[in-house]
Every structure is written in structure tokens, then in C-alpha cells.
């Protein structure tokens, strides 16, 4: 039988406004959570959700047939197993590290300076709608070769796209409108493709136009599904990851000030934001066979979510979990954008996130630029902190004060 917990729904407005400080009932209370009407199983214990996570036998990415692939033309990396996710996940993980990583690294400085530039001399920035979100869009159309001018375009029609995915529940004209704007991304992208295919460069969408498969190369489904694939997993997460860093590292000045004196303290912090505040927050999954868990049985074929959240906050995985810790000594920063992770928020197992690495540097070179350059940096006077979302989480907006400089 199904455990309801009447006293919490993920879809109550109350949850939506600060699902952490449901967290620890939900672990100590109802760790398998129903909620009817989205007919699926939430769990929250850090345990429970490494298991689902990391036992593929038992539970499978079957989800994303109808979660995902509608917007993304095609299968996503996430929904393959066996050889062709190895071989297609490789090929994407190539382009996010080693060499690849340093000259990203190089577009990631260039973009922040020119997007920081006109704000510094007026001394106010909301680092989620004037910086975080185009600096996280252009970054990603430079890594994949696409026109960074077209950016806002592209922005929109991927917001549809994050929609779709990530919606518990969707009307029928905001479905429509997701649809609609995947078929313009796969229309936008069919003559990129067809360029590639004939003058390869560097950027991803060549690399992945040129690379074989058991020595058949991808078709162009396979390269658009691919593309949406990165785009829509690359962009928004890093966004909310930046403006989470600072809204942790301003409401805690004491750390914020040794972040500034020291930036090797940042990846510490960045992970420490990761594991606090996870811009991932659900991590869908199908029992494939009768699972069983604190009592429970989740039946087979039934969906199951993975709290990320909550079991980055479980009291059996870090010592006093709420806190915003830098040096807290169980998260161990060097594993955190790795597979070892104690935290959650990259996934775990087979699917792990192949943007780690890349994230880390992203947000360590955008934040070492930002920290000295916003001296005296802190909230807007009469702002009020608000986060959205529930499968993917951030603040809204974060409007910040500092000193000008230049002109
Ligand atoms: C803070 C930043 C990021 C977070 C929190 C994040 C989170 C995640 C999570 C939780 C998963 C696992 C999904 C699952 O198991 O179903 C995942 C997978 C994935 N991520 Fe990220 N991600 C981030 C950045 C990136 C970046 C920069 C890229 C760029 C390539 C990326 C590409 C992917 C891809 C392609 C997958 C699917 C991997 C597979 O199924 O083999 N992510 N990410």
C-alpha cells in the first residue's frame, strides 16, 4: 500500500515556497513518499536514493521516454545503457575535459568580463537576470559552436525545452508550447548540423557530427538529441549554482571573507553549494521489479523520484546538515565533482553528470573573476530572498550592491 502523507504534499504551495524545512520529516516520517497525484514514490534518505541511483538492474531511466525525449527529437544519453551510452557518453565527456576544458576555461573568462563590464561602473547587478543566466546560455553555445548572437532565441526555446522535462504537471497549452519550441531548436539546428557535417571545426556539434559508433557515424537525430541533451543539462544548473554561491557566501561573511583572501577555498565552497542547495533536485527513475525500502513496497513499473535535496541534508551522510559548512570535513571537495561524490547533486552510478569537472572549473573561474571585483558585495537594499521550482531549484533573482568601478 502506497504511504500518504497527508500532512505534506510536494505540490502544496508551502512545499514550493521551502521544501527544506519539510526535509527531515519527510526522512524520519514517510522516507517513501506517495503523492496521487503525480503517481509517484519521493524518496528522501540519502541511503535510499544512492540505491535507486546506483542498482541499474533494478531501476532504469525508462522515465525519460516520455519525460524527455518528446523535446529532445530523440533519445537522450540518459535513457541509454550498455555500449552506445558508453561510446556517445565518452565522446561528450571529451569535450567537457582535458584540453577541451582549458580552452573553455579561456571562453568562460571572456564571456563574464564582457557581460560584467557595463555594470561594474554602476556599482548594482542582479546576478541571476543581468549575469548568471546569459553568461550560462553563451557559455554553452560556445562549447557546443553555436551562435552566441543568437543567444535570447535560444534561451527561449530552451526554456520550453527545461519545461517539459521538468514540469510535474504540464496543461495542455503549455505542453503545446514546450513541443513548439523543441521543433524550432530541431529546425534551428538542422542546417547547423548539415554545415558541420561538411567543414568540421572543434566545437561539440562537429565532434559529435564526425564520431563513429561501432563504425556507423550518428544520424542527425542522434546529433540534435545530443545537442538539446547538453544544452538543456549545461545551462540552468549553472546558473543557479553561481547565485546560490553567493547568496551563501553573503549570508555567511565570516566564509565569504576567507573565500576572498583565499580562492583556493572556492571549488570547497562551490561543492559545499552543491551539496546545501542542489539546482537539481529531483532525479526521476522506473522500478523495473518490486523494490522495497524502510517497509515499503515501491511495485514494479511505478515511478520513483529521488529527493536530492533532502538527502544531501540526511543526518546518516553529514554531520549537522543544514549548516553552510566551506570546511565542513565529510564532503572531502576533491571527490565532490567526481564519481566517489558523497553528495548527490551530480546524479551517482552510470549517469552520473558529465558536466562535473566542467562545472567546477566554470564556476571557480567566473566566481574568482566576480569575488575581487564586487568589493563590498551585498544585497540589494528591500530585496527579499525567493527560490522556484521543484525539480530544478534557484533563486529567482539576487539584485546585488557594490562598489563601482570605472567608467
Ligand atoms: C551545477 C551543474 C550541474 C548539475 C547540478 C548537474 C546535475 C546532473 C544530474 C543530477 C545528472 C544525473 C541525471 C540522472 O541520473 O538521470 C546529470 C546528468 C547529465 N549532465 Fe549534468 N549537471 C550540471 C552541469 C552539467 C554540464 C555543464 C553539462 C555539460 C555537458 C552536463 C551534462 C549532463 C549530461 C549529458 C548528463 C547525462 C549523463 C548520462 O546519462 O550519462 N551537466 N547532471
Known sequence: MPVVNDRISVLSED??????????????????????????????????????????????????????????????????TGAEHTAKRKIVIRSFTGSALRDQVRAVHTNAAELLAPFLPRGRMDLVNDFGRPFAVQVTLDVLGLDRGDWRQLADWHGGVAEFITALTLTPERRRHCLDCAERLEAYLRPVIARRRRHPGEDLISKLCTAEFDGVAMSDREVTALVINVLAAATEPADKTLALLFKHLIDHPGQLAQVRRDPGLLPAAIAETLRHTPPVQLIPRRAERDAEFAGVTVPAGATVFCMIGAANRDPDAFTAPDTFDIHRPDLATARSFTAAAQHLSFGSGLHQCVGAA????????????????????????????????????GPVALPLDFTPRGG
Open 358 to 393: 566542467f562545472t567546477r572549473a566554470e564556476i571557480e573561474t567566473v566566481a574568482a573573476l566576480l569575488l575581487p571585483l564586487l568589493d563590498r558585495v551585498r544585497f540589494s537594499p528591500g530585496f527579499r530572498y525567493r527560490e522556484t521550482g521543484l525539480y530544478t531549484r
Open 15 to 80: 512545499f514550493a515556497a521551502d521544501p527544506y524545512r519539510h526535509f527531515a520529516r519527510l526522512r524520519e516520517r514517510t522516507p517513501v513518499h506517495y503523492e496521487p497525484a503525480v503517481d509517484g514514490y519521493f524518496l528522501s534518505r540519502h541511503r535510499d536514493v544512492k540505491r535507486v541511483l546506483t542498482d541499474h538492474e533494478a531501476f532504469s531511466t525508462e522515465t525519460l521516454q516520455v519525460r524527455a525525449e518528446p523535446v529532445m527529437r530523440g533519445p537522450v544519453l540518459a535513457q541509454m
